[in-house]
């Protein structure tokens, strides 16, 4: 983990989390575990296909920022939003991106001026 010194006291990226983040992630893992429960599927079951520890499994259920993305995109994989993964930050949905592009570009465009010979 990533560490920053603050008041001689040792405070990880997890500790600086926004708490819209923390609330979110948290919520991610409450769907979770509804999702696994809807498939019948009991925690050791989802730790086994995932192939992590239970204890690990159970981080990603409380919405622990500390596991890895693998770990929970393999998550969505099992429960069958593997597909939604990818769809996040798609450039097509990006609203304040395509936003940003219009805004640079340019008033005029010119053509190139040919070369002048020395």
């Known amino acids: 983990m990533v560490g920053y010194m603050r008041r001689g ?3 990880t990226v997890i500790d600086t989390l926004p708490p819209k983040v923390k609330r ?3 919520k991610l893992g409450a769907d979770i575990v509804l999702a696994r429960k809807k498939r019948s ?6 730790a086994e296909r995932l192939g992590v520890a239970k204890s690990t499994y159970l981080k990603v ?11 929970y995109a ?7 939003f593997g597909d939604l993964l990818g ?3 798609d450039a097509r949905r990006d609203d304040q991106g395509l936003m940003l592009d219009a805004e640079r570009m340019p008033q005029r465009i010119r053509t190139p001026k040919a ?3 020395l």
């Open 9 to 11: 006291m040792r405070t």
């Open 24 to 26: 979110a992630l948290v």
């Open 41 to 46: 599927l009991t925690a050791v079951m989802m």
């Open 61 to 71: 259920e409380k919405g622990d920022p500390s596991v890895g993305l693998g770990t």
């Open 74 to 80: 393999m998550t969505f994989f099992v429960l069958g």
């Open 87 to 89: 769809e996040i930050l």
């Open 115 to 117: 070369p002048r010979a």
